[in-house]
């Protein structure tokens, strides 16, 4: 071993040094390229609207102002439509992660034909999209009276496949004895759920839980057909009728993105490790 | 349940028959409400004049004769297939290569660069059209000074239909990556790094590990994520509502859009969901491809 060492060791210098710097290169090159857009977006947000298209550009406001923030703030009532989004992203993220739970579990623990030909079912949702059928979708959701409400955006979204699936791999992963020793001391399935399943699952409620609540805090399409008063308006929805006008107030946009986005930068300075590890591959390849 | 005590046999029974429907009976309520329903009715109003109030006459084929002779169904679904052509393979190249070079042992500063590849995902799609029309703004925009610092004249970044899609794939690229990172990451991790030492043992390069070894057993991650963000790319719409609003004109309208303004700006329930259907057919077709090849690789 000692002789072959140092042999090794020479070998592996030319072969070893050159790509990983030029590994490192790379990817660094690419990280800049990811966060610039993302800096020059944060930065222009603190430069007074005077500054922000005059030549020469400059990376860093000249002078730090936080106009845009104000203006923003109180042109456009953003406690409000943080409330509306909270509450859509709270009230979805809770409901779907039970009732995921639920599914996933039966999909799990129990054998029934009708439960194998529902679970393709819910497969089959992921290829096929709400967006794609909006029109009648819209339609139910106005039937069912949930029109210019934000149960009509809620309820819709609850069921998503990749949290059954999330919960089914895990359940399948419980052994079958916990559930029979739990069956012979009496206690009835509901309760098995509820009071050693459910808790047992933590890790994959929690994931799920941060996804729901990204996704839903960042929905565009549903809140823009079925909010249509502006009282109910979502942040995005809000967000669009500021850059979708005829000329568009770059100053108060551009410090309105960024208050948006202030949640979910909680939620992942948090949740980093959650989320950066999250295996989802178990997750979404049922 | 064949280890059931005889005692509660009979209750065992019956329980698995009940206690599954209850576990389930509120996702199979939304899934019929929310899945079963729209897809049906959106079947139904494809061959009627719905338009969202009064009867929905039965009209036949005509929603479909129309759409077919549309000059502007046509251009969004050439443009929708253009756009998810481009972006998918993109997309992927991009993710598989950031996720291959964070966990390679031999790239330094992999930790804080993860977690910039990440933040786009924290960004909305609405807020990442707004960071990029910030920064291809044709009379303003970062990119467009950067280039008249090497005396490049401005590029016509929004009014030019092609340059315009450019950046939406850019953009799409920069705000969809993170999740397939995540994917390609944790099924790079699992491979064993033995594979790789028998590999270089033998003698094999860097590029012939990554070909023969780290390529074939991503398959099934590859497969994920080209069906994933094939799916995203085909109705893609918030993040163009914000970058150029489907602009110039009407000319970077994808399905998902078009879908939009027939149904709810023109009120032409009937004459979108014809579209609907279409673009579900199409998506339908694509699954199908897709899993074909799939099932080649899980019986290899």
Redesign the interface.
């Known amino acids: 071993m000692s002789t072959t060492t140092p042999r090794r060791r020479r070998n592996r210098e030319p072969g ?1 040094w050159i ?2 710097a030029l ?2 290169a ?3 090159g ?2 800049l390229l ?2 610039v ?2 800096a ?2 944060f930065l ?1 947000s603190f430069k007074p609207a005077g500054e ?2 005059r ?3 400059t990376m860093f406001p000249e002078n730090w102002s936080v106009a845009g923030y104000e203006t923003a703030w109180s042109r456009y009532d953003f406690a409000l439509y943080f409330r509306n989004t909270a509450v859509v992203a709270i009230v979805t993220t809770v409901l779907t992660v039970i ?1 995921s739970a ?2 996933g ?3 799990a623990k ?3 034909r009708w ?1 194998k030909v ?1 679970f393709i ?2 497969l089959a ?16 959701i106005r039937d ?1 009276g949930l029109y210019n409400q934000l149960a009509g955006v809620i ?2 979204s ?2 998503t496949a990749t949290g ?1 699936f999330m919960f089914r791999q895990y359940y399948r992963s419980v052994p079958d004895e916990l559930l ?1 020793a739990a ?2 001391d009496g206690a009835s ?2 309760r098995i ?1 509820w009071s050693m399943m459910l808790p047992l699952a933590k890790p994959i409620a929690f994931t799920l839980a941060i996804f729901s609540f ?1 996704w839903r ?2 929905d ?2 549903w809140p823009l ?1 079925v909010l249509n008063n502006p009282n109910l308006y979502t942040l ?1 929805v809000a ?2 009728s500021i ?2 006008a005829e000329n568009i107030d ?1 100053s108060v ?2 410090s309105a ?1 960024v208050i ?2 202030i949640p ?2 909680f ?2 300075i948090l949740f ?1 490790k959650y ?2 590890n ?4 178990s997750g ?2 049922g | 349940m064949s ?3 005889e005692g ?1 046999k009979r209750r ?1 029974n019956r ?3 009940l ?2 429907l ?3 009976v ?3 309520v ?2 019929v ?3 079963v ?3 049906g ?2 079947i139904y ?1 494809a061959f009627t004049d719905y338009r ?1 109030v009064g009867d929905a006459d039965w009209i036949g084929l005509e929603n479909f004769v129309e759409l077919f002779q549309d000059k502007d169904f046509y251009s969004a679904l050439i443009r929708t297939l253009t756009y998810t052509v481009i972006v998918v393979p993109l997309g992927y190249a ?1 993710s598989l ?2 996720a291959w ?2 966990t ?1 042992p ?5 930790g ?16 990442a ?7 291809f703004g044709e ?2 925009g ?1 990119v467009n ?1 950067l280039l008249s610092l090497i005396g490049v004249a401005p590029v016509s970044w929004q009014s030019d239909a092609n340059l315009s899609l450019s950046v939406v794939v850019v953009a799409g690229i ?1 705000g969809g990556m993170a ?1 397939s990172m ?2 390609f990451s ?2 790079l991790k ?1 491979i064993p790094q033995s594979y790789y030492e028998a590999a270089s043992i033998d003698g094999a390069s ?1 590029a012939q590990q990554f070909w023969k070894i780290t390529l074939p057993l991503l398959r ?2 590859s497969f ?1 994520v080209i069906l ?1 963000s094939t ?1 995203g790319a ?2 893609e ?2 993040l163009i ?2 970058l150029n ?1 489907g602009g110039p004109g009407t000319q970077n309208y994808l399905m ?1 859009q078009y ?2 303004s027939t ?2 700006e023109r009120a032409q ?1 009937g004459y ?2 014809a579209a ?1 259907v279409i ?2 057919l199409l ?2 077709v694509i ?1 199908g491809i897709q899993m074909r090849f799939d099932k080649g690789a899980e019986y290899e």
């Open positions: 070893y790509p990983s590994q490192t790379v990817l660094w690419m990280a990811f966060i857009p993302l020059w977006f222009s922000l298209f030549y020469p550009l009732v639920m599914t579990f039966a999909f129990y054998k029934n439960l529902f079912c819910i949702t992921t290829m096929l999209p709400t967006e794609v059928i909006m029109p009648s979708t819209f339609i139910v069912l309820v819709p609850i069921i059954i029979e069956r012979i399935e509901m759920f990204h805090w960042n565009f399409i057909l995005q967000l669009r850059v979708g770059w946009l551009l993105s948006s986005i979910m930068g939620v992942f980093q989320i950066l999250a295996d989802l591959n979404l390849k | 280890t059931h005590v509660r065992g329980i698995p028959q206690a599954p209850s576990f389930t509120i996702t199979m939304l899934f409400l929310f899945f329903m729209p897809g009715l959106g109003y969202g991009v290569l950031s070079l964070l390679s031999r790239t330094k500063g992999a804080a660069a993860r977690v910039i590849f990440f933040l786009p995902w924290l960004v909305s799609p609405i807020v059209g707004v960071i990029w029309r910030w920064l009379s303003f970062l000074y920069w999740f995540l994917l944790a099924a699992n860097t099934p991650t994920m994933l799916i085909m109705k719409f918030a509502q914000a609003g998902v879908i939009y149904g709810f329930i979108a969901s609907s673009l579900m998506l339908l699954a």
